[in-house]
């Protein structure tokens, strides 16, 4: 295999895993009785994997994925008249 060509089965390898990561947070949203602070912990920390498998492009993980989040602690009730937001970087090492 050429370089280009690992280089684009590695990416592919990040993007299934961190679909697999952002399904398995909605799904515990949707399903498991959690508090509000439990749920955000849950995006911050899915957030956080986004940033390893892909850094400097946390901008992407609010424009594709808090909305979904979002959706999903509406309709679990945890968000009534609250509005998540990007979650600010509060260290890289997190």
Do not use: C, W
């Amino acid at each position: 295999m050429d370089a280009t060509h690992e280089l684009l089965v590695e990416e592919n390898r990040r993007i299934r895993l961190l679909k697999f990561a952002v399904e398995l947070a909605v799904q515990s949203l949707m399903t498991t009785p959690l508090s509000l602070p439990e749920a955000e912990r849950l995006i911050h920390g899915t957030r956080n994997l986004s940033s390893k498998l892909f850094p400097g492009k946390e901008h992407v993980f609010d424009l594709i994925y808090l909305p979904r989040f979002r959706r999903a602690m509406h309709e679990a009730g945890l968000l009534k008249h609250r509005v998540l937001r990007p979650v600010e970087n509060s260290g890289a090492g997190e």
